[in-house]
């Protein structure tokens, strides 16, 4: 029998043992070159002090990587009942160190399980990365509780989140990423490091969080706003936030941000102070 270097099977092996086709439904475009799942891993820093919420472990690619690279603990959410015997293998082989939960993981919450402090690393589904980056970016206090988020996206989403005012890609990812925390892309990666290959490139994003926020406002209220001006984005914020308040123009000129400015060319900053207007 071969091994890796961590001293279980190749993942080609696990997956076949396993019968774990990818399905479409649940997002599954695994990573089985333990190399780079080991470098994506390494991309969140020192992890022995800390305890790593995965979500989506799939086969365990990902999963091996963090505790070969000496993950204090790691709590690993997936959906798909068929890759239970695999982790099973893993969570054997390093003692406990792994937990799985078994679920969905917009609807059940982990926290329970970490202590802290707590890194969030994922290879996340596509059909839910945005859903779940949001609602780790927006909690209703400050500072979260992770230190840092280390999460593979579609390439396109991933320059979503670090765009710049004035930028195509900016929008409401970025103003939530950078109200808050830092954002940067630290990895690309080719369709051809997943199988199956998907149709496009994907990048890992490393978000860490500041200890306050750069500018105050409230969370719900941001939200809100960004979401409303970048729906209509090509329309002038007079506009494009009427449906917030029908004296929109003269709340704008308070704050000094010209009424026919677009969503794209407001900093975050220029965001936060507007929403203290509602
Ligand atoms: N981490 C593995 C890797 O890198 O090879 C798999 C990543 S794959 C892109 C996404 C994983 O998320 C799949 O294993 C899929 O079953 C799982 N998943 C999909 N929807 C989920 C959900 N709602 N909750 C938890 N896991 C989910």
Redesign the pocket.
């Known amino acids: 029998m071969t091994v890796s270097a961590d001293g279980l099977p190749p993942l080609r092996e696990v997956i076949s043992k396993h019968a774990l086709r990818a ?1 479409k439904s ?7 070159d333990l190399n780079l ?1 080991g470098k994506i891993a390494r991309q969140a820093g020192d992890l022995s002090k800390c305890d790593v919420l ?10 091996r990587a963090l505790l070969y690279e000496g993950a204090r603990r790691v709590v690993a ?4 009942e068929r ?1 239970m015997p695999a982790l099973a293998e893993i969570s054997d082989h390093y003692d406990g160190r792994l937990k799985v939960i078994s ?4 609807a059940l919450d982990p926290t329970q399980y970490l202590n802290g402090p707590i890194k969030i690393i ?7 990365g945005t859903e779940l980056l949001v609602r780790w970016l927006t909690p209703p206090q400050w500072p979260p509780y992770w230190d840092s988020l280390t999460l ?1 996206f579609q390439r396109e989403v991933a320059k979503r989140i670090v765009a710049q005012p004035g930028s195509k890609a900016y929008g409401r990812l970025s103003v939530l990423a950078q109200w808050r925390s830092d954002a940067k892309i630290v990895m690309d990666l080719p369709p051809q490091a ?1 199988t199956p290959a998907p149709k496009v490139s994907s990048a890992v994003v490393h978000i860490t969080k500041c200890d306050k926020p750069k500018f105050d406002c409230n969370a719900k209220m941001l939200e809100r706003v960004v979401a409303t001006a970048f729906n209509q984005r090509r329309k002038m914020l007079r506009a494009s936030l009427k449906s917030l308040a029908p004296d929109i123009e003269d709340r704008l000129n308070a704050v000094g941000i010209p009424p026919t400015e677009r969503a794209e060319q407001l900093s975050v900053e220029q965001f936060c102070i507007l929403s203290n207007q509602f």
């Open positions: 399905q649940l997002g599954q475009n695994f990573l089985l799942t995965e979500i989506g472990p799939g086969p365990g690619g990902l999963t959410v997936e959906r798909d890759c679920g969905d993981a917009l994922a290879n996340l589904p596509y059909n839910i593979m997943f």
